[in-house]
Antibody
Framework: EVQLLESGGGLVQPGGSLTLSCAAS????????MAWVRQAPGKGLEWVSA???????NYAHSVKGRFTISRDNSKNTLFLEMNSLRPEDTAIYYC??????????????WGQGTLVTVSS | QTPLTQPASVSGAPGQSITIPCAGT?????????VSWYQQHPGKAPKLMIY???NRPSGVSIRFSGSKSGNTASLTISGLQAEDEADYYC???????????FGGGTKLTVL
């Protein structure tokens, strides 16, 4: 059974930093692209960042230069390092596994999310 | 303002069919067949319902179908059931400033 378990969320002041982790199990982690998608309270989904199986990253314009995605295939873990956090980064952050259906990114498994709150 | 435009809400009676449009541009929906749809129940993580415009993942009901015409993609749900009541989001690859974009979401109410 595929499981994705996020951790690392919490309350942080504007300008602060936080690193999210996603522990994956139930599939061959190193052979799939992974991504982070966030959802502000009461709002819609926003794609944040993805990393392919070779470690090549992509970022949304809103986080480029502030967030860094990485993965440790030996530990089946995905990370999102977030710096220079802003109030508008407040959201539930979901870890997702790419389905691998085609060249497109499709999240076929999602974690339950971890809440990040940026506030003074 | 979200890159892809969806109606805020749609509704239908049990057994009826509804269609949710997702309007984009030639830089996203119209230019590529990397369109997907997600279903999200309150307090739950999203679930992939359609990928590559019209393909269903294993386990998704055949009542869900996707299509595209020009710059607009659509999700059709036939034979509405109470369990279909949820938020639905479209997503597409984009050559704009962000590679993957979502619509603002549509709340489906089953009357």
């Amino acid at each position: 059974e595929v499981q994705l378990l996020e951790s690392g969320g919490g309350l942080v002041q504007p300008g602060g930093s936080l690193t999210l982790s996603c522990a994956a199990s139930g599939f061959s982690f190193g052979t799939y692209a992974m991504a982070w998608v966030r959802q502000a309270p009461g709002k819609g989904l926003e794609w944040v960042s993805a990393i392919n199986d070779r470690g090549s990253p992509n970022y949304a314009h809103s986080v480029k230069g502030r967030f860094t995605i990485s993965r440790d295939n030996s530990k089946n873990t995905l990370f999102l390092e977030m710096n220079s956090l802003r109030p508008e980064d407040t959201a539930i952050y979901y870890c997702t596994k790419d389905a691998g259906y085609s060249s497109g990114w499709y999240g076929d498994y999602w974690g339950q999310g971890t809440l990040v709150t940026v506030s003074s | 303002q979200t890159p892809l435009t969806q109606p805020a809400s749609v509704s239908g009676a049990p057994g009826q069919s509804i269609t949710i449009p997702c309007a984009g541009t030639s830089s996203d929906v119209g230019g590529y067949n990397f369109v997907s749809w997600y279903q999200q129940h309150p307090g739950k993580a999203p679930k992939l319902m359609i990928y590559d415009v019209s393909n269903r993942p294993s386990g998704v009901s055949i009542r869900f179908s996707g299509s595209k015409s020009g710059n607009t993609a659509s999700l059709t749900i036939s034979g509405l059931q109470a369990e279909d009541e949820a938020d639905y989001y479209c997503s597409s690859y984009s050559t704009s400033i962000t590679p993957w974009v979502f619509g603002g979401g549509t709340k489906l109410t089953v009357l």
